[in-house]
């Protein structure tokens, strides 16, 4: 199993720009999570999806983040505008959801917006 | 809804010496119990587990953690430490909701 797959592994942009991060979960899972990863916050869950519909986007800061699973294979997390305060490490996680919350976490996405 | 502290930030440890890490958790019933650990640039890697059953569990990479609920606690352990294992640890709870919380993490250090 390849395990969870995550797009780019790193990006950097300028303030303003859109940024897309892309995930693809291990085959047969049906919960897929997006965290976000910084020195000062620690690991913040931002949005979790349940067979491809968002289940709880709390987490999500602001309007400027959104996301997306069109199907159970693939999903992104998009960020138009960013800006310098999105730097963080991006991370995708899958599971099965009758497995009892064990998650499967990809290699991330470093972000830099300078 | 369920939280995770971890007390330690920062612990240092030679190498070949023991390694325990700790971790207390607040939910109301029995919790799934995981730890977790994160090399330097890579994702988050499951470690062990606990779910129910036997309090003491097993683990990859020669880890293995004890649940207490008296004491709320879910203690990460190794006997013997070796280089590799210098990372950050995070112990996280889960409810019936298929959420995590995370604890702020530890990060161990090995000195030779």
Not at chain 1, 47 to 72: L, Q, T, W
Not at chain 2, 32 to 40: G, H, K, N
Request: hydrophobic fraction near 35%; include cysteine; glycine fraction near 8%.
């Amino acid at each position: 199993d390849a395990g969870v797959i995550q797009s780019p592994r790193h990006e950097v942009t300028e303030m303003g720009q859109e940024v897309t991060l892309r995930c693809k979960p291990i085959s047969g899972h049906n919960s897929l999570f997006w965290y976000r990863q910084t020195m000062m916050r620690g690991l913040e869950l931002l949005i979790y999806f349940n067979n491809n519909v968002p289940i709880d986007d709390s987490g999500m800061p602001e309007d400027r983040f959104s996301a997306k699973m069109p199907n159970a294979s693939f999903s992104t997390l998009k960020i138009q505008p960013s800006e310098p305060r999105d730097s963080a490490v991006y991370f995708c996680a899958s599971s099965l959801a009758s497995s009892t919350n064990e998650q499967y976490f990809g290699p991330g996405t470093r972000l830099t917006v300078t | 809804a369920q939280s995770v502290t971890q007390p330690d930030i920062h612990i240092t440890v030679s190498e070949g010496a023991s390694l325990e890490l700790r971790c207390n958790y607040s939910y109301g019933a029995t919790p799934y119990l995981f730890w977790y650990v994160q090399s330097p640039g890579q994702g988050l890697q499951l470690l062990l587990k606990y779910f129910s059953g036997d309090t003491l569990v097993q683990g990859i990479k020669g880890f293995e953690a004890e649940f207490k609920r008296s004491q709320s606690s879910f203690n990460l352990r190794k006997p013997s430490v070796h280089w590799s294992d210098a990372a950050e640890y995070f112990c996280a709870v889960g409810a019936n909701d298929y959420k995590l919380s995370f604890g702020a993490g530890t990060t161990v250090t090995v000195r030779a």
